[in-house]
């Protein structure tokens, strides 16, 4: 059994629409249950219709409803294991170095990780970055002096302090002498070189961010002018999404890992080579203790900072999950509460919050074994140098100045290798993000918007002619939608073409803008093809057109404030306002897509009359539904099959009693007047 539940047309090429019907594709719905083009209503089967609604909206009733909602989630849910008990067991887990602490701190902060692509990830252009760069070259330059500079001083730190521990020792071990003295000028030497570090840091980093600031904006003013000028068929083939992605997260993303590479990386590379020389210069003999257990450590803590930061991302991933649910039901909350859906969206929603919870639980534990064991392994490195070093001051190897140096130096060159091992892996997620926003900055579109002739718009008649077209759309290319379909617009005349819902109408009005290119044939206005003339002048001052779907957002042709959506707006009120944009470049040629198919008698009367004055003086091209508004076209074309199959005037085609006859047989019966 069916029900037949009433719902607002969900346009073509409308973001709305697409994505409700994607995002019904996916939790299981046939599209077709939802939306048939053309028709206006929506046949359910009754298992569909959901069994319990929100009826009484007091918060204490919503909020008992969500937690049913959630229970019953939580129920589904399986529990992941034990994390604690992985880490534990984990041999690796037993050397994990201090520094691997800022590893996962790195996990908890980047929020911006890109949810992986599932397409081939393109390569990475220097050249592009260069460019990028260039106009920041001279700030760039001095950032990586500056944190040239900062390295340099953090070698020198651990060396200071020795001297300082030492003059501490003699004092402590002669008992003579003004220690005030004796300790000041080190301890100076020391201050001005933390305070020279410090302002070499504030000054690299300043600099840095803004060379990353200026360059990710220099990208998304370029990918965003590049995406603008992509043929309307690569909007068919991508989705507004993934490319809003590549323009917010991925260049995000790109900027993140430029600077950091640069600073971080600069800084560790130097720290790491600089203080093994010191540790060298120190005490050869601990030096080579530590070369054989460093990197063993730094290895392991790696390999379990990487296992973390891919949970990490994981949770991030299933985060976005959750988030993707919301927006969908929140952006369409008129379509869920035309189908009393709150139920399902509010279980849907609270099944992916609860897996996020429990993947990001798992992490925390994860998280928080890691850093004890960390504090741990940290606390028996020094405990172990000191042993050894103690042993080397027993046999005067080494003072108690030099042990000092030897274990703030060691530690920098921990924390610097550490850093240099989540570098690499951010650097490598860095140029893959920048890769796929470079990817459309190359791609050139096949129809430019702007370039070719005009004609004075004083001798333009608008007479339009489409020659022996054959048309698939790229996104499927098998499908052939018009079959040496030959159209005449005479100028100042009204054709109207109607036909069976999938036909190829709209198509037609389509390549006429030329938002596509015909496979083969031609278009002509006034008897020159379209591709010879200016694509912006055309769609800019020459075409208009007028469709069902509304414009979203205010513009600046309009006096008066449209609510997001034009929710607040009658369907008789938004269609005016759509044919006075249309209206206010004075087109020759005027498209009408359906333009009145959507509203009740009264408005429908209204905007006809707009129309009426509107189409007065111009060529109009009107792709009807509803027959009742084309019969006083001059020429009515039927199409079949990619084809015009029938043509002539209203009482022609009825005293003909073919398809045109038949079709308004139909819409009668189905109680269209
Ligand atoms: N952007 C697109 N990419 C791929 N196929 C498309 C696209 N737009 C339309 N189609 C397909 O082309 C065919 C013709 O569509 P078109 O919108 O021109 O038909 P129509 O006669 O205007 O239909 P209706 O009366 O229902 O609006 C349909 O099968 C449709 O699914």
Same mark, same amino acid.
């Given at each position: 059994?069916?029900?037949f539940a009433?719902?607002s047309?969900l346009?073509?090429g409308?973001?709305?629409?697409?994505r409700? /019907?994607?995002?019904?594709?996916?939790?299981?719905?046939?599209?077709?249950?939802?939306?048939?083009?053309?028709q206006?209503?929506v046949p359910?089967s009754?298992?569909?219709?959901p069994?319990t609604?929100?009826?009484?909206n007091?918060p204490?009733?919503?909020?008992r409803q969500a937690?049913?909602v959630?229970?019953?989630?939580?129920?589904?849910?399986?529990?992941?294991?034990?994390?604690?008990?992985?880490f534990?067991?984990g041999?690796?887990a037993?050397t994990?170095t201090a520094? #691997?602490l800022?590893?996962?701190?790195?996990?908890e902060?980047?929020?911006n990780?890109n949810?992986?692509?599932?397409e081939?990830?393109?390569e990475f252009?220097?050249a592009?970055?260069?460019?990028?760069?260039?106009?920041?070259l /001279?700030?760039?330059?001095g950032a990586i002096?500056?944190?040239f500079? $900062?390295?340099?001083l953090?070698?020198q730190?651990?060396?200071? /302090?020795?001297?300082l521990?030492?003059?501490v020792?003699r004092h402590?071990r002669e008992?003579?002498?003004?220690?005030?003295?004796d300790i000041?000028a080190?301890?100076?030497?020391l201050?001005?070189?933390?305070?020279?570090?410090g302002?070499?840091t504030?000054?690299?980093?300043?600099l840095?961010?803004?060379?990353g600031?200026?360059? $990710?904006?220099? +990208?998304?003013?370029?990918l965003?002018?590049? #995406?603008?000028?992509?043929?309307?068929?690569?909007?068919?083939?991508?989705?507004?999404?993934?490319?809003?992605?590549?323009?917010?997260s991925?260049i995000q993303?790109?900027k993140?890992?430029?600077?950091l590479?640069?600073s971080?990386? =600069?800084?560790s $590379?130097?720290q790491?080579?600089?203080?093994?020389v010191?540790?060298?210069v120190?005490?050869?003999?601990?030096?080579g203790l530590?070369v054989v257990?460093?990197?063993?450590?730094?290895?392991?803590?790696?390999?379990i900072?990487?296992?973390?930061?891919?949970?990490?991302?994981k949770?991030q991933e299933?985060?976005?999950?959750?988030?993707?649910?919301?927006?969908?039901?929140l952006g369409?909350?008129?379509?869920?509460?035309?189908?009393?859906m709150?139920?399902r969206?509010?279980?849907?929603?609270?099944a992916e919050?609860?897996?996020s919870a429990? +993947?990001n639980?798992?992490?925390?534990?994860g998280i928080?074994v890691?850093?004890g064991?960390s504090?741990i392994?940290?606390?028996?490195?020094?405990l172990?140098t000191i042993?050894?070093?103690g042993s080397?001051?027993?046999?005067d190897d080494m003072s108690?100045?030099?042990?000092?140096s030897f274990?703030?130096a060691?530690?920098?060159?921990q924390r610097? #290798?550490a850093?240099?091992?989540?570098?690499f892996?951010q +650097?490598?997620r860095?140029?893959?993000?920048?890769?796929r926003?470079?990817?459309?900055l190359?791609?050139e579109?096949?129809?430019?918007?702007t370039?070719g002739?005009?004609?004075?718009?004083?001798?333009?008649?608008g007479r339009v002619e489409?020659?022996?077209i054959?048309?698939s759309?790229?996104?499927?290319p098998?499908n052939?939608?018009l079959?040496?379909?030959n159209l005449?617009?005479?100028p100042?005349?009204?054709v109207a073409?109607v036909?069976?819902?999938?036909?190829g109408?709209?198509t037609?009005a389509a390549? #006429?803008e030329r938002f596509?290119e015909?496979s083969s044939?031609v278009?002509?206005?006034d008897?020159l093809?379209i591709?010879?003339?200016?694509?912006?002048? =055309?769609r800019?001052?020459v075409?208009?057109f007028?469709?069902?779907p509304?414009?979203?957002?205010?513009?600046?042709?309009?006096?008066?404030?449209?609510?997001?959506r034009g929710v607040?707006l009658?369907?008789?009120q938004?269609?005016?306002?759509a044919i006075a944009r249309?209206l206010i470049?004075?087109?020759s040629v005027?498209?009408?897509d359906e333009a009145?198919s959507?509203?009740?008698?009264?408005?429908e009367?209204?905007?006809?009359?707009a129309?009426?004055?509107?189409?007065?003086?111009?060529?109009?091209?009107i792709i009807a539904h509803?027959?009742s508004?084309i019969?006083?076209?001059d020429?009515?074309?039927?199409?079949?099959n990619?084809?015009?199959v029938?043509a002539?005037t209203h009482?022609d085609? =009825?005293?003909?009693g073919g +398809?045109y006859a038949?079709?308004?047989k139909?819409?009668r019966?189905?109680?269209?007047?």
């Amino acid at each position: 059994m069916f029900h037949f539940a009433r719902c607002s047309r969900l346009t073509r090429g409308n973001v709305t629409s697409d994505r409700l /019907l994607n995002s019904q594709k996916t939790r299981g719905f046939t599209i077709h249950h939802l939306y048939r083009r053309g028709q206006h209503t929506v046949p359910w089967s009754s298992s569909q219709i959901p069994s319990t609604q929100i009826t009484v909206n007091t918060p204490a009733r919503i909020w008992r409803q969500a937690q049913k909602v959630l229970r019953l989630a939580s129920r589904k849910q399986p529990r992941p294991p034990n994390i604690a008990l992985k880490f534990i067991l984990g041999p690796a887990a037993l050397t994990v170095t201090a520094r #691997l602490l800022g590893t996962v701190a790195h996990c908890e902060a980047d929020v911006n990780n890109n949810i992986p692509h599932k397409e081939v990830i393109p390569e990475f252009s220097w050249a592009i970055l260069w460019e990028f760069v260039r106009p920041q070259l /001279l700030a760039l330059i001095g950032a990586i002096i500056l944190a040239f500079g $900062a390295a340099a001083l953090n070698i020198q730190i651990p060396l200071m /302090l020795g001297e300082l521990v030492n003059v501490v020792a003699r004092h402590m071990r002669e008992q003579a002498g003004d220690y005030v003295r004796d300790i000041k000028a080190p301890a100076l030497k020391l201050l001005g070189l933390y305070a020279l570090q410090g302002l070499l840091t504030s000054g690299y980093i300043i600099l840095l961010s803004r060379v990353g600031e200026r360059v $990710a904006a220099d +990208m998304r003013t370029t990918l965003f002018t590049s #995406l603008l000028r992509q043929d309307v068929a690569f909007f068919d083939a991508n989705k507004t999404g993934q490319l809003v992605n590549r323009l917010t997260s991925d260049i995000q993303e790109f900027k993140s890992s430029f600077k950091l590479v640069i600073s971080q990386g =600069l800084r560790s $590379a130097t720290q790491t080579v600089g203080c093994f020389v010191s540790l060298y210069v120190i005490s050869p003999k601990l030096t080579g203790l530590t070369v054989v257990v460093l990197p063993c450590l730094v290895g392991a803590g790696a390999l379990i900072g990487s296992f973390l930061r891919k949970l990490s991302r994981k949770a991030q991933e299933q985060v976005a999950k959750a988030t993707g649910v919301a927006d969908e039901a929140l952006g369409n909350v008129r379509t869920v509460r035309a189908f009393a859906m709150e139920d399902r969206e509010l279980e849907m929603y609270a099944a992916e919050v609860q897996k996020s919870a429990a +993947m990001n639980e798992t992490l925390g534990t994860g998280i928080a074994v890691f850093q004890g064991l960390s504090n741990i392994v940290l606390n028996c490195i020094v405990l172990g140098t000191i042993f050894a070093g103690g042993s080397l001051m027993a046999r005067d190897d080494m003072s108690p100045g030099d042990l000092m140096s030897f274990l703030v130096a060691s530690q920098t060159v921990q924390r610097s #290798l550490a850093s240099i091992s989540i570098l690499f892996g951010q +650097m490598v997620r860095g140029m893959s993000a920048g890769a796929r926003v470079f990817e459309y900055l190359a791609l050139e579109p096949t129809v430019p918007l702007t370039g070719g002739g005009r004609i004075p718009l004083k001798s333009l008649t608008g007479r339009v002619e489409f020659m022996n077209i054959n048309f698939s759309y790229p996104t499927r290319p098998g499908n052939q939608i018009l079959k040496n379909f030959n159209l005449t617009l005479p100028p100042y005349k009204t054709v109207a073409i109607v036909g069976e819902s999938g036909g190829g109408k709209s198509t037609v009005a389509a390549l #006429l803008e030329r938002f596509y290119e015909p496979s083969s044939g031609v278009v002509m206005l006034d008897g020159l093809d379209i591709r010879t003339l200016d694509p912006s002048w =055309l769609r800019g001052h020459v075409i208009g057109f007028i469709s069902q779907p509304i414009i979203k957002r205010t513009m600046d042709t309009t006096p008066w404030l449209v609510s997001e959506r034009g929710v607040t707006l009658s369907g008789g009120q938004k269609q005016r306002i759509a044919i006075a944009r249309a209206l206010i470049k004075n087109p020759s040629v005027l498209i009408l897509d359906e333009a009145t198919s959507a509203l009740d008698a009264e408005s429908e009367r209204v905007v006809q009359e707009a129309l009426d004055r509107a189409t007065t003086g111009r060529t109009v091209l009107i792709i009807a539904h509803r027959l009742s508004t084309i019969q006083g076209a001059d020429l009515i074309c039927v199409m079949s099959n990619g084809r015009i199959v029938e043509a002539g005037t209203h009482l022609d085609l =009825l005293s003909k009693g073919g +398809m045109y006859a038949e079709l308004i047989k139909r819409q009668r019966s189905d109680g269209h007047k």
